[in-house]
């Protein structure tokens, strides 16, 4: 294939040259926790969360969110079951359990460390915006008490603590500003910045990092991983998270599918396409379509069809042009051109490929490239059977239709030697 920049001029590239990060993107996935918040998923096997989290490590995920264990039984014995692999299979990736800041949920953490041998962050939790302390009639010195009680507690027990503000997007400077620094000086060294309600916009993002690191982490005088958690209401967690990131965030949270409360966190594995596709991480993703496709069975949640990357039709046309376009290419035999013609996400990167279909809008060129795919003689007779089949649809043709037509064909040839 030609060199790509000579083909394409990537406008994305234009008055920003800078890379996204300058220093490694880190990345926290929070599929087994918060992405099981979701009304309509269900809580997958400990088989599936296991064979999840060897897939996440498989694709250079550094962190994952391992449960809740002090929600109640079943949280604490998956969620020890999972820590135990992590020890068995002596794993790199770090696992963190949720926590409300009291150490009635920071207990159970340490209890599992200490069984498995296994350092697990106790990500505290606690709500900062003014309109979730007005709701649930809460004042400030309550925030700071709780702070400081629960992250000075879980230092002193020996679990690092990732300090989590939610609804961090809406939240007052002031408040930011004095949570953090309460929760660094008792000793955390892990802030997380979350969008709880999908509130930001990469602008908001942004300067709210900005914030942190100025006001915050700076003055702390100490080396501080900024963690940024986003969700999906306003159809902008991806790029929040990237933008958060280049403003100068450490690590993303996202969770397989994007799966979560209302319409989800940030989708994991669009942020992993996204890396990769601007160069800020060179891990190998052909698992990604496994860990997509296993996420989608063990929490019963169906992948739409024009899902990014993963859908049904992400690499799939019937478009007469655009049929031709990619048939060209694979005619010139360079297969990463034809994966990028019509396409701004190369399909080989992650294990797929073009698919050429017939339908309504389709050329006699799909109808001949379909049959000679599968090792079928595309006759004249063939191909105008199939075309004008199509030609009469109103979707396109299923393979059953395609066989029953060539069929139907073959009939009438036979029918005029007779």
């Known amino acids: 294939m030609p060199d790509q920049q000579k083909l394409v001029y990537d406008w994305n590239l234009i008055g920003n040259s800078e890379p996204l990060a300058k220093k490694p993107v880190l990345l926290d996935d929070e599929t087994l926790r918060d992405g099981l918040q979701s009304p309509t998923v269900s809580d997958p096997s400990i088989d599936d969360k296991i064979h999840l989290m060897h897939l996440m490590e498989d694709l250079g995920i550094q962190m994952l969110d391992i449960g809740l264990p002090g929600a109640g039984p079943r949280a604490y014995n998956d969620t020890l079951a999972l820590a135990t692999e992590i020890a068995r299979s002596r794993m790199k990736i770090r696992p963190n359990c949720a926590a409300r800041t009291t150490i009635q949920d920071i207990d159970p953490i340490i209890d599992i460390a200490e069984k498995t041998g296994v350092v697990i962050d106790a990500a505290t ?10 709701v649930e009639n809460w004042t400030m010195d309550d925030l700071m ?11 002193r027990r020996g679990v690092p603590v ?21 929760a660094i000086n008792c000793g955390s060294r892990h802030i997380v910045l979350t969008d709880t309600v ?4 990469p602008e908001g993002a942004s300067s709210l990092v900005k914030f942190v690191i100025d006001e915050v982490v700076k003055p702390s005088g100490q080396e501080i991983m900024i963690s940024w958690h986003g969700h999906n209401d306003r159809g902008l967690s991806v790029i929040n998270s990237l933008a958060a990131v280049r403003a100068g965030a450490d690590a993303i949270h996202g969770c397989a599918l ?4 209302r319409v989800g966190n940030t989708p994991m594995d669009q942020v992993l396409v996204n890396l990769k596709l601007l160069g800020a991480i060179d891990h190998d993703l052909i698992k990604l379509k496994e860990y997509c496709e296993t996420a989608s069975r063990a929490c019963r949640v169906t992948i739409p069809p024009g899902y990014p990357v993963f859908g049904s039709d992400a690499f799939r046309t019937a478009t007469g042009v655009h049929a031709a376009a990619v048939i060209k290419a694979f005619k010139k035999g360079e297969t990463e051109l034809a994966n990028s013609v019509y396409s701004g996400v190369p399909s080989h990167l992650f ?4 698919i050429i279909d017939i339908g309504p809008m389709s050329g006699k060129s799909n109808v001949i ?8 003689q595309a006759t004249e007779e063939r191909v105008n059977a199939i075309y004008n089949k199509a030609k009469q649809s109103d979707r396109l043709l299923t393979t059953e239709e395609v066989l029953q037509a060539i069929h139907i064909s073959s009939v009438r040839d036979k029918r005029n030697v007779i």
């Open 125 to 134: 939790f606690l709500g900062s915006s003014m309109i979730r302390q007005y």
């Open 145 to 155: 008490r709780r702070t400081e009680e629960a992250v000075t507690y879980g230092i």
């Open 162 to 182: 990732m300090y989590v503000t939610e609804d961090t997007t809406r939240a007052f400077p002031e408040t930011i500003k004095r949570l953090y620094t309460t």
């Open 198 to 201: 999908g509130h930001a916009t």
């Open 258 to 261: 994007g799966i979560g409360e």
């Open 351 to 354: 294990g797929l490929e073009q």
């Open 369 to 376: 490239f379909w049959l000679e795919k599968r090792g079928i």
